[in-house]
């Protein structure tokens, strides 16, 4: 009886054992760190590829970001209407247009008023003298300008410039630095200033009115009023330009600016492309 018992227990046992379903146990997560070095990396979807990862995307758009421009001061409104008034007393006529778009009509007036570049240049002198009293005209030229054969007063220039332009003319220029200059005896002073986009050159869309109306009168001038040698060179392609105090400027039939074409964005050359195909100008009949 005993064996039968037994033997019938085992025979239960068989029978339930092929009835029921195995129960597959998921494979428990590695606990060890060793092992977690042995699992493979894990793939990237290719709908989604890593380098348009956060970190990524903003690497990219900072590369794509426009350059940084100026902000309008709490007196850029006062020192744009003092520098039109003076080009609207020498020019006899104002435009309707307000702010700085109108600056720039009576900067184009300025170049039609003048019967040759020489008179037009002459006119724009005038203008800057005008912002400045007379007598700190003649007291820097006489006082300050002969110390140190004039390098003195070409790095008080550049640094005095820097700031003002800091202060008051950036919204006429843009965004502008000192740097250092290489002076013809070999030493180097702080007597630069670099300005990164000049916006009167942007905006004019003109080779002449940068060199006619800017320019050749703003070398003479220091030169002639200040007692300081000035070069300025412009960059017609990116519109930046290099201010070089205690550097004279090269005589007119040297100087490349005066031989630039017109630019890619003048209106006048436009359209003469437009008449005149297959046809490029030396250089800006107005500079």
């Not at 494979?27 to 990237?44: G, K, Q, V």
């Not at 912002?131 to 006082?143: A, V």
């Not at 986009?197 to 060199?211: A, F, H, Q």
Request: proline share 8%; charged share 25%; glycine share 6%.
């Amino acid at each position: 009886m005993f064996f039968r018992k037994v033997l019938g227990k085992c025979a239960w046992w068989r029978l339930w054992a092929v009835k029921m379903k195995p129960l597959v146990l998921p494979s428990p997560l590695p606990t060890s760190p060793f092992s977690l070095r042995h699992r493979p990396p894990r793939r990237a979807s290719p709908r989604f590829p890593t380098r348009f990862s956060l970190h990524s995307k903003t690497i990219a758009a900072d590369d794509a970001a426009p350059r940084a421009e100026y902000k309008p001061g709490v007196f850029d409104d006062l020192f744009l209407n003092l520098f039109r008034s003076k080009m609207v007393k020498e020019v006899g006529w104002d435009s309707e247009k307000p702010g700085y778009d109108g600056l720039i009509e009576v900067a184009h007036r300025l170049m039609m008023k003048g019967s040759s570049n020489s008179d037009t240049r002459d006119a724009a002198i005038r203008i800057l003298r005008s912002l400045f009293p007379p007598f700190l005209l003649e007291l820097y030229q006489l006082l300050i300008a002969p110390i140190g054969e004039g390098k003195l007063a070409a790095v008080m220039v550049g640094k005095s410039f820097s700031i003002v332009t800091a202060l008051t003319c950036q919204w006429l220029m843009g965004k502008c630095t000192v740097n250092s200059v290489d002076l013809l005896d070999g030493t180097s002073c702080q007597s630069g200033v670099f300005v990164e986009r000049c916006k009167y050159l942007e905006e004019s869309k003109c080779v002449g009115i940068c060199v006619n109306t800017c320019k050749l009168p703003t070398q003479s001038f220091f030169k002639d009023y200040m007692g300081v040698p000035l070069l300025m060179e412009p960059n017609f392609e990116d519109y930046s330009c290099q201010f070089k105090f205690g550097i004279h400027p090269p005589q007119p039939q040297e100087d490349a600016a005066l031989k630039e074409p017109c630019l890619e964005i003048c209106p006048n050359a436009i359209r003469r492309r437009e008449v005149v195909q297959n046809t490029e100008l030396a250089q800006c009949p107005k500079a």
